[in-house]
């Protein structure tokens, strides 16, 4: 079984901050990645895709590194609102279950 | 109104009672999954679809079983085979497997007694 491994924080930091998650994956196989949001006992929900350039969303911006198989988030100027759990997620390709691994996610903690 | 819908929210049972939790999908996906979450953990996926009238294990099948009679709908049942039901249930759709990414239920919280 392919793996995503996060760090799980939690990550506190006042507003305004600059945080940065990483994670990483091991199946080098690997196209599609995408990070998610989770609110506690909320669903995830889909923050964005992470494409090989790279993309931003206004305060988000994500990166991917194929040959160091991680992919990054970026979030710039921190809100109490982003104060929420990230997952990470990659897809798997082992054997017949071809699907997505979600990571268990980094906590993040925005304080005013 | 897109999306997808699980219910109840909130499910109590008693052990040794089988129990269904519904999802129903409204956005033309062919995949459709289970997914249980127990507190400070991650997803851990119980089963899978990628067409109607077909379904695949994921890592946690035991004592779970779902059927995928149409496209829109994908009922999950937690037999009383399942030693510890008790967790936040959600249900997820994508286009296709492996490739595209998943919108999520609310989800369902059952509570096993």
């Known amino acids: 079984r392919k793996e995503v491994e996060q760090d799980p924080g939690p990550f506190n930091v006042p507003e305004g901050a600059t945080v940065a998650f990483n994670c990483t994956y091991s199946?080098?196989?690997?196209?599609?990645f995408f990070w998610y949001r989770q609110d506690c006992r909320k669903e995830p929900k889909l923050l964005m895709s992470v494409y090989s350039s790279g993309n931003e969303d206004g305060r988000f911006t994500a990166q991917l590194n194929r040959a160091s198989q991680y992919i990054s988030l970026l979030i710039r100027d921190s809100k109490l609102s982003d104060s929420a759990t990230y997952l990470c997620?990659?897809?798997?390709?082992?054997?017949?279950?071809?699907?997505?691994?979600f990571g268990k996610g980094t906590k993040l903690s925005v304080k005013p | 109104d897109g999306g997808i819908t699980q219910s109840p929210k909130y499910l109590f049972r008693k052990e040794g009672q089988n129990v269904t939790l519904s999802c129903e999908q409204n956005?033309?996906?062919?995949?459709m999954y289970w997914y249980r979450q127990d507190p400070g953990q991650g997803l851990r996926l119980i089963y899978y679809s990628q067409i109607v009238n077909d379904f695949q294990k994921g890592d946690i099948a035991e004592g779970y079983s779902v059927s995928r009679e149409k496209k829109e709908s994908f009922p999950l049942t937690v037999t009383s085979a399942q030693k510890n039901p008790t967790a936040f249930y959600l249900c997820a759709s994508s286009l296709r497997t492996g490739v595209d990414e998943q919108f999520f239920g609310p989800g369902t919280r059952l509570t096993v007694l």
């Open positions: 956005l033309n996906h062919d995949a």
């Open positions: 997620v990659a897809p798997n390709y082992g054997g017949s279950q071809g699907n997505l691994i």
């Open positions: 199946n080098s196989a690997s196209q599609s």
